[in-house]
């Protein structure tokens, strides 16, 4: 009883009442902690217009470059909260499941197991249960809990299908009571289809955001998918400028969340990345996979109300992918379970 009591208070006394976990594919933390690579930068077989990724992205310094790319990170997040990864300073972040690609990695965000029988990105239902299925489940979060994404595989990774949780992904049209705005971004993803993903990470974001606006979830996840499909295409520029944009979709939507009523200083942000990408061999960064090394190392980042304002992590420890669910609940007050042996609560992440 007293344990219980203990941990009801401890949830009484944070801040939180609304978490978006936000995810962008495959994007490497060597950019994110660095900035622009000139090693990549440089090559001619990945840059159409080196002069003007030079003046939109480069910088001789590490600090100004990084920035440059990731501004919202740099400027807000390293201020307000946290980001983990930076393996140069002996900070680490890992994935636990041994495949280093998408449906795996995403299974492992969201369920909090690195499930060794998810070795593949077919369109197949997940078995295991999601943080995001688990929260839906409880009483006050019933009907609060959604997700958009580009890759059209997440109604599977999530399953949709035994969650009942409404996720919109790909080429799906949004149906029912639409909006003008939802009327029009319906029009642009059958008539402007992308040639990098399933459909363009801004017509993502701004479903989203709308469908944030109309129906006020509580926990909401958001996946973008461009900074991985042009890595594949070995389009340096096009990656670089995928990462710049989805930086300014989070500074959006968490200006938006800043001065709503509902979310306003009671919203949590937790952002990462599935996998990494090679890096030894500057041939190998366009791909990710068991046969290409070092794609186990990802990065995180965390701000909100209830996280101490650490900025870059520096401590010599190692946080996990399979952490990242049952640190989702507790902000909410939860402890998510779901039968299987899930990874623990990155306690740093919340103020003592």
């Not at 344990?3 to 609304?18: M, V």
């Not at 990724?53 to 480069?58: A, D, I, M, P, S």
């Not at 109309?214 to 991985?228: G, I, S, V, Y």
């Not at 990462?272 to 990065?299: F, P």
Request: with cysteine.
């Amino acid at each position: 009883m007293l344990l219980i009591f203990i941990a009801g208070q401890a949830a009484a006394q944070q801040k939180t009442e609304n978490v978006f976990i936000i995810t962008t594919d495959g994007f490497r933390w060597q950019e994110l902690f660095g900035g622009a690579d000139s090693a990549l930068l440089n090559k001619k077989e990945y840059v159409r217009d080196r002069q003007k990724l030079v003046k939109t992205f480069w910088s001789d310094t590490l600090e100004n470059r990084r920035k440059k790319l990731m501004p919202f990170f740099w400027n807000t997040i390293a201020k307000q909260g946290q980001l983990y990864g930076n393996r140069w300073l002996g900070n680490k972040a890992n994935l636990m499941n041994p495949y280093w690609f998408s449906y795996p990695g995403y299974n492992e965000i969201l369920t909090g197991f690195a499930d060794d029988s998810v070795k593949s990105n077919d369109k197949l239902w997940n078995a295991n249960v999601s943080v995001l299925e688990f929260l839906n489940q409880q009483k006050a979060l019933k009907g609060k809990v959604a997700a958009y994404a580009t890759w059209d595989c997440f109604p599977y990774i999530i399953n949709s299908q035994r969650s009942g949780i409404p996720v919109n992904a790909g080429l799906e049209q949004v149906t029912g009571n639409v909006s003008e705005t939802e009327k029009i971004l319906n029009e642009i993803q059958s008539t402007y289809p992308s040639l990098a993903s399933n459909r363009h990470d801004f017509v993502t974001y701004y479903l989203a955001k709308e469908y944030i606006k109309k129906n006020k979830p509580k926990a909401f996840f958001l996946a973008f998918d461009e900074t991985d499909e042009f890595a594949h295409e070995a389009k340096y520029d096009e990656y670089l400028f995928a990462a710049n944009t989805v930086d300014k979709f989070i500074s959006d939507l968490w200006t938006y969340c800043q001065n709503t009523p509902q979310y306003k200083d009671k919203t949590t942000f937790i952002i990462l990345t599935d996998h990494g990408r090679g890096d030894k061999n500057k041939t190998q960064w366009t791909s990710h996979g068991q046969k290409i090394a070092d794609c186990y190392q990802i990065w995180t980042a965390v701000i909100g109300p209830d996280t101490p304002a650490s900025g870059e992590m520096t401590s010599q420890d190692t946080i996990y992918q399979n952490q990242v669910a049952k640190t989702a609940a507790k902000f909410l007050g939860y402890d998510f379970t779901n039968g299987k042996e899930i990874g623990k609560v990155i306690e740093s992440a919340f103020k003592k």
